[in-house]
């Protein structure tokens, strides 16, 4: 079956068939980089992050853009309030929105933009629809005339007729026509940043930037434009009405909106104390990967319930995924294969495929795999299993985690790098000592604290082999000295058939 998305303009599924055969052109609207973005936004990179894989998965080349909103009102207020410029103030979110995106594995896009870094380009796109008749001045700001563009509203659905009067599209505070008009570009108010431009001074709209810089980098009619739900109106609508106007040109051809996330029942909210960013989630112990397993398992389009019981479960499902991986690899099996398994592994990543192709249904496809995980353990379990069936069971596996990316631990390693734990020291003179394990949450981490002592994994390994040597030794005193040192460096040790597996807590 072919990929199939659910497009918010047509109200229907739809299969997905890219403009040039070549290359699929994505634009994703990045964050406001004023604070630390919430696990709400981060449920929608995720939701990018998986179409993004899935489209490469598919075996088409990609050039996905997305921008960083880098001059709004909040950005102003908070960079003030700091004292510090826009560019400084912004930077240091930018940067925390890099390491979150690298602690929960998203992919880079092929392109990332600053708004204040295109500002030119948007001067271009309004003068353009000023000489069209699409945009007017007043007191210094220019605004889009809605009236003007008669598809207006066909993305959010919305009756113009049905926005009367008085209700505000857009909450700038400007003079305008009318009500249902939308600022392109915004006069400087006292004290404000603004940008000298043959427009006059002033500032870009928010809307307008995401326009410019998705026709700027991926042509005027492009494949994908996607985004939270939230988004779809004002924002998604004023954007088509703008490049539409000045183009000529059909804008988009799929737009995909990502459904809210809500925490324990109730709406995300400061207020209710239920507000949550990443860090937050760090700080309390949890792992960036639990966190985009969660993240990822229900389907887009639906909204995601987020609980601390679901993160732990999300936790116990990628250990149960690893804990099978890790038979597959290091248990012995007799000789010989079992074709029957092998047909259920080949299955399995049928039914995976098959369940993201039907509009990222990623719920069908964890499902698919676990099918596959619970079939093989009872098959190991029973003796019935085959050196020779491994392949196939890997093979799935690996197809899987190159959409899921969470089979590899790096949790460890990365909040370590990223400076939000502590890295755990051990020292090995005659006998094996630790610090206790530093799970200190440093708030804003910087890139690249120094890693001093950590125990490698090499280290770890050879403590291991030598607790397994003590073991057989019988003397278990010490076998048991070494495990309680390393468990207090934070390591875990499983005894089991295959030998003893180690894991970071
Ligand atoms: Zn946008």
Same mark, same amino acid.
């Given at each position: 079956?072919?990929?199939?998305?659910?497009? /918010?303009?047509?109200?229907?599924?739809?299969?997905?068939?890219?403009?040039? =055969?070549?290359?699929?052109?994505m634009?994703?609207?990045?964050?406001?980089?004023?604070?630390?973005?919430?696990?709400?936004?981060?449920?929608?990179?995720?939701?990018?992050?998986?179409?993004?894989?899935?489209?490469k998965?598919?075996?088409?080349?990609?050039?996905?853009?997305m921008?960083?909103?880098?001059?709004?009102d909040?950005?102003?207020?908070?960079?003030q309030?700091?004292?510090?410029?826009?560019?400084?103030?912004?930077?240091?979110?930018?940067? =925390?929105?890099?390491?979150?995106?690298?602690?929960?594995?998203?992919?880079?896009?092929?392109?990332?933009v600053?708004a204040?870094?295109?500002?030119?380009?948007?001067v271009k796109l309004?003068?353009?629809?000023?000489?069209?008749?699409?945009a007017?001045s007043s007191?210094?700001?220019?605004?889009?005339?809605?009236?003007?563009?008669?598809?207006?509203?066909?993305? =959010?659905?919305?009756?113009?007729?049905?926005?009367?009067?008085?209700?505000?599209?857009?909450s700038?505070?400007?003079?305008?026509?009318?009500?249902?008009?939308?600022?392109?570009?915004?006069?400087?108010?006292?004290?404000?940043p603004?940008?000298?431009?043959?427009?006059?001074?002033g500032?870009?709209?928010?809307?307008?930037?995401?326009?410019?810089?998705?026709?700027?980098?991926?042509?005027?009619?492009?494949?994908?434009?996607?985004?939270?739900?939230?988004?779809?109106?004002?924002?998604?609508?004023?954007?088509?009405?703008?490049?539409?106007?000045?183009?000529?040109?059909?804008?988009?051809?799929?737009?995909?909106?990502?459904e809210?996330?809500i925490?324990?029942?109730?709406?995300?909210?400061?207020?209710?104390g239920?507000f949550? /960013?990443?860090?937050? @989630? @760090?700080?309390?112990g949890?792992k960036?990967?639990?966190i985009?397993?969660?993240?990822a398992?229900?389907?887009?389009?639906?909204h995601?319930?987020?609980?601390?019981?679901?993160?732990q +479960?999300?936790q +116990?499902?990628?250990?149960?995924?690893?804990n099978?991986?890790?038979?597959? /690899?290091?248990?012995?099996?007799?000789?010989?294969?079992?074709?029957?398994?092998?047909?259920?592994?080949?299955? =399995?990543?049928?039914?995976?495929?098959?369940?993201?192709?039907d509009?990222l249904n990623?719920?069908e496809?964890?499902?698919?795999?676990?099918?596959m995980?619970?079939d093989?353990?009872?098959a190991? *379990?029973?003796?019935?299993?085959?050196a020779?069936?491994?392949a196939?069971? @890997?093979?799935?596996?690996?197809?899987?985690d190159?959409?899921?990316c969470v089979?590899?631990?790096?949790?460890?390693?990365?909040?370590?790098?990223?400076?939000?734990?502590?890295?755990?020291?051990?020292?090995?003179?005659?006998?094996?000592?630790?610090?206790?394990?530093?799970?200190a949450v440093?708030?804003?981490?910087?890139?690249?604290?120094?890693?001093?002592?950590?125990?490698? *994994?090499e280290?770890?390994?050879?403590?291991?082999?030598?607790?397994?040597?003590?073991?057989?030794?019988?003397?278990f005193a010490?076998? *048991?000295?070494?495990?309680?040192?390393?468990?207090?460096?934070?390591?875990?040790?499983?005894?089991?058939?295959a030998?003893?597996?180690?894991?970071?807590?």
């Amino acid at each position: 079956m072919p990929f199939r998305v659910y497009n /918010t303009l047509s109200g229907q599924i739809e299969e997905f068939k890219p403009l040039h =055969a070549s290359q699929v052109g994505m634009y994703t609207c990045g964050p406001t980089v004023y604070d630390f973005a919430h696990i709400g936004n981060y449920r929608t990179y995720v939701f990018q992050d998986i179409l993004r894989r899935w489209l490469k998965y598919r075996g088409y080349a990609l050039r996905h853009v997305m921008n960083l909103t880098d001059v709004d009102d909040n950005t102003i207020r908070n960079s003030q309030a700091a004292g510090l410029t826009l560019r400084d103030y912004t930077e240091k979110y930018i940067q =925390a929105f890099e390491l979150d995106r690298q602690l929960l594995s998203l992919e880079d896009p092929e392109i990332v933009v600053r708004a204040t870094d295109s500002i030119d380009d948007m001067v271009k796109l309004i003068q353009t629809l000023v000489e069209k008749g699409y945009a007017y001045s007043s007191e210094g700001s220019i605004y889009f005339r809605v009236a003007a563009f008669k598809n207006y509203g066909q993305l =959010a659905k919305l009756d113009l007729a049905g926005i009367r009067d008085g209700a505000r599209i857009d909450s700038d505070k400007y003079d305008k026509n009318d009500a249902r008009d939308f600022a392109l570009w915004k006069a400087p108010k006292e004290g404000e940043p603004f940008w000298e431009t043959p427009l006059g001074p002033g500032r870009p709209g928010w809307h307008i930037e995401c326009s410019v810089m998705s026709m700027k980098y991926l042509g005027e009619t492009f494949d994908i434009h996607s985004g939270g739900v939230d988004l779809i109106f004002p924002h998604h609508e004023n954007e088509i009405a703008q490049s539409e106007a000045a183009t000529g040109k059909p804008f988009v051809r799929y737009w995909l909106h990502a459904e809210h996330l809500i925490v324990n029942g109730e709406k995300m909210s400061k207020s209710l104390g239920n507000f949550y /960013t990443l860090r937050d @989630l @760090l700080a309390q112990g949890f792992k960036p990967s639990a966190i985009r397993y969660l993240l990822a398992a229900v389907p887009y389009r639906r909204h995601l319930n987020f609980t601390f019981e679901g993160l732990q +479960q999300a936790q +116990q499902s990628i250990e149960r995924l690893r804990n099978f991986r890790y038979r597959l /690899t290091r248990e012995s099996f007799p000789a010989g294969e079992n074709t029957a398994f092998e047909e259920r592994a080949r299955a =399995a990543c049928q039914a995976f495929e098959d369940a993201l192709d039907d509009n990222l249904n990623t719920a069908e496809a964890l499902g698919a795999v676990f099918t596959m995980v619970r079939d093989g353990n009872t098959a190991m *379990d029973r003796g019935e299993f085959r050196a020779g069936d491994r392949a196939a069971f @890997l093979e799935t596996l690996a197809r899987w985690d190159r959409i899921f990316c969470v089979l590899e631990d790096h949790d460890h390693e990365r909040l370590v790098k990223f400076g939000f734990i502590k890295p755990l020291t051990i020292e090995v003179a005659d006998r094996v000592e630790s610090t206790d394990a530093a799970q200190a949450v440093i708030g804003n981490g910087h890139p690249g604290a120094a890693v001093t002592a950590l125990p490698t *994994d090499e280290e770890i390994s050879q403590w291991v082999a030598e607790r397994d040597e003590m073991r057989r030794k019988g003397n278990f005193a010490r076998a *048991d000295e070494i495990r309680q040192n390393l468990h207090k460096a934070g390591v875990i040790l499983e005894d089991s058939k295959a030998g003893t597996r180690w894991k970071r807590k």
